[in-house]
């Protein structure tokens, strides 16, 4: 348990760093670059984690398989990620990480719309509470900075979007959270690297240059602005940010459950604010103080919730569990029973067949 810990506190940090890095890199990068960098080396990192976890499940990858990675790595890496760099090129760090810690919430409200799946109670009142929270942050009624608080909310929407995609691929086609990460990672930059290709069409450019607010996807470099000066950040941003926070906190998941591992996003409304006022002395207001105090209560109550759903998921299979071990028989019998049990499960689940045939 004490490794699970390790585990998420690694992740933590490096997630509760990610907007501080990036807007520091920000200045010697292109941002669509940046993001293209990132997930391209964040995802050859993760690959040999992925090769190892397939060739353990005796798994080969097919074209459905491709089409998977393709649509998350395109919702991902291309759409969420790509309006997550803008924001925090055109808002504070600080801001830009408690908006888009709250793509857990879109996540849950997703998950009712697309996959069907119950909304408890306290995941509503969890949803209701950071949602306040939000308003309260964003202050419809005084907007300082709409661009960056809209691609902020843009990015967690989008990304509690590929989360719910990513769920319903590894449940159908049984990838861990490492190979599902590393491939997501890896088809979004080749998808990012053709838009990137694009932009230097002459046509293309000349048309994106004539638009101020679309300059930065006009020829956008490959390679630029990566001198020794800027080298250790990158390295830091690819392979400790991209890599090693996505790949602690499915090691965390992977050794524990989904709640102590979900601390992370609990966590980072808090600590990631702090870390940009004492590294790039932003001035957080009052009212956005507030208003993480509220999130960082609703994802609390999240929290909370769901750690007694599971405990009680466990406690319903291991009663189930206890009450066949305790019937009288020898092992073969046990193990019929047993097999019983989980097939007269699965029958009430199944419709009703028509017999009449």
């Not at 002459?202 to 930065?216: E, S």
Request: charged share 10%.
């Amino acid at each position: 348990m004490k490794r699970t810990y390790l585990y998420v506190l690694l992740s933590t940090i490096l997630f509760s760093s990610m907007e501080i890095a990036l807007k520091l890199a920000g200045q010697a990068f292109n941002g669509i670059q940046l993001n293209f960098l990132r997930f391209l080396i964040g995802g050859l990192f993760l690959l040999p984690f992925a090769i190892r976890a397939l060739k353990k499940q005796h798994f080969r990858l097919t074209s459905r398989d491709l089409a998977l990675f393709l649509i998350t790595g395109f919702s991902c890496v291309v759409i969420s990620m790509t309006f997550y760099q803008l924001a925090v090129e055109s808002d504070q760090a600080s801001t830009v990480a408690v908006l888009f810690s709250c793509n857990p919430i879109f996540a849950l409200i997703f998950s009712y719309l697309i996959l069907h799946e119950r909304l408890s109670r306290t995941n509503l009142i969890a949803v209701l509470i950071s949602l306040i929270g939000l308003v309260i942050i964003v202050n419809p009624a005084h907007l300082t900075r709409p661009l960056g608080m809209t691609l902020a909310l843009t990015s967690a929407v989008t990304f509690g979007l590929y989360s719910i995609i990513s769920r319903w691929g590894s449940m159908h086609r049984h990838f861990n959270g490492l190979t599902m990460t590393s491939l997501t990672f890896l088809a979004g930059a080749a998808e990012l690297a053709v838009f990137m290709g694009i932009s230097h069409v002459p046509a293309i450019n000349n048309l994106l240059i004539a638009r101020p607010a679309l300059r930065i996807f006009a020829a956008v470099p490959f390679i630029q602005g990566i001198t020794p000066q800027t080298f250790l950040l990158l390295a830091y941003i690819c392979i400790g940010v991209t890599a090693g926070g996505f790949g602690f906190y499915f090691l965390a998941m992977e050794t524990a459950d989904v709640s102590t591992a979900s601390l992370v996003f609990f966590i980072k409304p808090a600590l990631a604010p702090l870390m940009a006022m004492f590294m790039l002395q932003e001035r957080i207001s009052l009212l956005t103080w507030s208003g993480i105090g509220v999130i960082v209560l609703g994802s609390i109550i999240m929290f909370i919730g769901n750690r007694f759903a599971e405990q009680d998921n466990a406690m319903q299979y291991k009663g189930e569990f206890s009450k066949l071990n305790r019937q009288p028989g020898t092992p073969s019998e046990f193990q019929r029973k047993l097999a019983q049990n989980h097939q007269n499960l699965a029958n009430k689940k199944q419709p009703k067949e028509n017999l009449s045939k």
